[in-house]
RNA sequence: GACUCACUAGCUCAACUGGCAGAGCAACUGACUCUUAAUCAGUAGGUUCGGGGUUCGAUUCCCCGGUGUGUCACCA
């Protein structure tokens, strides 16, 4: 570092700014190596950061690094001049610099541009990692995501994937009429997910907020506003632990439909993945961590008693009680807590025993409306609701259901979480007087979709930790 | 939060049972006008994550702490 700074004094004292303003750019390098035939004789601009030096006395040949890729610059001295060539020896890797040069192809056959000038525009006064193994320390990797993104192409690719996804995503949501929109992401009480909140405080109203953990009710109210189709693309805070799958904040997709129901909602799921897969991709057949997977829809379709069934034998749809159904917990190993019901232990019992085994994607439906307190109750069996969830590599990735639009019901479901909440489970959600509110003014039937759009990255971008796709995955504090 | 494994030069990694802390790349000096992990000769570079202990002697063994990986718990 020391040495960088006398070369960085070496050009002030030529009166050059090592920091430079500007500089004009004509092309970049892929355009180079992918039009050669046109361009070649012809005088570009391009500007990057130096990756390798390769010096040879009087002549040099140096990588270039944009936005784009490498592409290889020739130095000569009897070309740019003794005083120039002095100038650019004074150059590290890591430099970011600008080249105006002729396109040529070496005597090796790799197209380079033999420079004519060069420009300093920035001075790296600290040195990269090694340009053969990379870098390869996660910490730094993830405190430090800016030099992860100059040395690993990969991830720079992870990440340019994931923009497209997300623009894939818009696209297909824009041309079936739905409008994005945005609501509020601190919010004065937590609802729309089982999660605890991160707490914050407004000073003026001098009144604690909670960061979002879903905006849920918010997109409900717009429907009852008559917006038909609604979606946002945003981040929400769960106040909870990290893992490979987990971070405190995530971003997610939640959409909502008037006039459709659950099975409308599932299909649409299909079509959404599939289609992300298929533009982003060019294909819905993928691996995912050594594992094929198959994304074209239909999508395989089970209600939870049945994936019960299927993975342990037992079969709740003949369960009446608590006492049977704690049995069979316990039989089969599976944990539950005094206020579980029914339900409560059969979605246990899925969790533990059934997840594991869902690799293709498949739908659950029929989850017990004890743990899905905003979904409409099915028809035929008002202790099941007309919901989705969505696995895939034994990860949920979506859920989904046929909103509950009975504002009784819907009080009467916050009431039992408010005594859940007061039981102690602080995952419970909060009675939402205004939620009900708006919709005693009437939702019409709605269905509603959320995807982690984070772990659809991940399988689509084969990342098999969830910090592969953040760009800054949360990290402990380090001085 | 629990357990586990890791932390050595700017980066990637060595160092046997506790015995002088090393290599490659990067850097520096020199040679070299078509190289591409350029090559050749040489030079320099360390609080071995921090603190304590055991020992004649600790990168190595023990304890406490930090950060991270993985697994579990919570959850999506």
Same mark, same amino acid.
């Given at each position: ?58 002549t040099s040949f140096v990588h270039l690094m944009d936005m784009s890729g490498k592409v ?81 192409p990969d991830v720079r690719n992870t990440f340019v994937t994931r923009s497209k996804i ?148 037992? @079969?709740?749809?003949? %369960? #009446?009680?608590?006492? =049977?159904?704690?049995?069979? $917990?316990?039989? +089969? ?25 869902l690799i293709q994607p498949t739908f659950i439906i029929g989850h017990p409306t004890e ?8 028809? @035929?069996?008002?202790? %099941? #609701?007309?919901?989705? =969830?969505?696995?895939?590599? $034994?990860?949920? +990735? ?82």
């Open positions: 570092m020391r040495v960088r700074r006398e070369k960085m004094a070496a050009f002030e004292a030529q009166g050059i700014e090592p920091f430079a303003r500007k500089y004009d750019v004509t092309i970049h390098a892929d355009e180079v190596l992918a039009k050669f035939e046109a361009l070649e004789g012809q005088t570009v601009r391009i500007a990057g950061r130096i990756m390798a030096v390769r010096g040879h006395g009087k290889q610059a020739y130095f000569r001295q009897d070309v740019v001049g003794e005083v120039e060539y002095e100038k650019f020896k004074l150059l590290d890797i890591g430099d970011i610099i600008g080249i105006e040069g002729v396109v040529f192809k070496t005597q090796r056959g790799e197209i380079s541009l033999k420079t004519t000038s060069f420009e300093i525009l920035a001075k790296s006064l600290r040195p990269l990692p090694e340009k053969w193994h990379g870098l390869k320390d996660v910490e730094t990797r993830y405190r430090q995501r800016y030099l992860d993104l100059i040395v690993n997300i623009k894939s995503l818009r696209s297909i949501l824009d041309k079936r009429d739905y409008l994005e929109v945005e609501t509020p992401m601190m919010h004065p009480i937590a609802g729309g997910a089982a999660a605890r909140p991160f707490i914050t405080h407004h000073n003026a109203l001098d009144m604690d907020l909670f960061l979002r953990i879903a905006p849920e009710l918010y997109l409900k109210r717009l429907i009852v506003g008559g917006f038909e189709r609604v979606y946002e693309v945003g981040r929400v805070f769960r106040n909870e632990g990290i893992s490979v799958r987990h971070n405190p904040e995530f971003t997610i997709v939640e959409l909502y439909q008037a006039y459709s129901d659950y099975q409308d909602l599932m299909c649409l799921t299909e079509d959404i993945v599939s289609g992300i897969a298929l533009e982003v991709l060019g294909t819905t057949q993928i691996t995912y961590q050594g594992q094929e997977i198959n994304l074209a829809p239909p999508w395989n379709r089970m209600t939870m008693t049945e994936a019960v069934k299927k993975y342990t034998d037992v @079969d709740f749809d003949a %369960i #009446t009680t608590i006492e =049977e159904a704690r049995s069979i $917990a316990d039989t +089969l190993g599976v944990r539950y807590e005094k206020k579980n019901g029914i339900g409560g232990i059969l979605n246990n019992i899925f969790e533990d025993k059934v997840e594991e085994h743990i899905s307190p905003l979904a409409k109750r099915n028809k @035929d069996n008002p202790e %099941i #609701t007309d919901r989705f =969830e969505v696995f895939i590599f $034994a990860r949920e +990735l979506a859920n989904g259901f046929s909103e509950l639009n009975d504002p009784i019901d819907q009080e009467g479901r916050f009431a039992s979480q408010v005594e859940q909440r007061e039981s102690g489970d602080d995952e419970a959600h909060m009675m939402d007087h205004d939620y009900v509110n708006a919709l005693e003014y009437g939702l019409p039937p709605t269905g509603g979709l959320g995807i982690g759009i984070d772990r659809l990255v991940m399988l689509l971008t084969d990342s098999p930790s969830i910090r592969d796709v953040l760009l800054f995955p949360h990290m402990r504090h380090k001085e």
